[in-house]
């Protein structure tokens, strides 16, 4: 069983950064997939990023790449999201998730998921 709680979110102007954290407990975390997704309001859930276990594999939405980076450190059982340049439709919560296959999280198939964090982008 893996437990996630995310943090970092909270309001920022358009062009601003942010970071997210989701800190993960129980065993074995770099053996899974991490990823974050969104959902705006009135939207579905939207992938934005994951990395594989060891971090040196990561994928990115399209609308994403160049803005937003994620990474991980085992030692500590985190996983982040550094947002920066973000725009009024980065406005969502955000929620981080864990899974076994790196291309199933990707397509949003994951065995786990924390609570969410907002973020809020304003113009």
């Known amino acids: 069983q893996v437990q996630l709680v995310e943090s970092g979110g909270g309001l920022v102007q358009a062009g601003g950064s942010l970071r997210l954290s989701c800190a993960a407990s129980?065993?074995?975390?770099?053996?899974?997939?991490m990823g974050w997704f969104r959902q705006a309001p009135g939207k579905g859930r939207e992938f934005v990023a994951a990395?594989?276990?060891?971090?040196?594999?990561?994928d990115y939405a399209d609308s994403m790449k160049g803005r937003f980076t994620i990474s991980r450190d085992n030692a500590k059982n985190t996983v982040y999201l550094q947002m920066n340049s973000l725009k009024p439709e980065d406005t969502a919560v955000y929620y981080c998730?864990?899974?076994?296959?790196?291309?199933?999280?990707?397509?949003?198939?994951?065995?786990?998921w924390g609570q969410g964090t907002q973020v809020t982008v304003s113009s």
């Open positions: 998730n864990a899974g076994s296959d790196f291309w199933a999280v990707v397509a949003g198939s994951y065995d786990y």
């Open positions: 990395i594989n276990g060891k971090g040196d594999s990561t």
């Open positions: 129980g065993r074995h975390f770099s053996s899974y997939v």
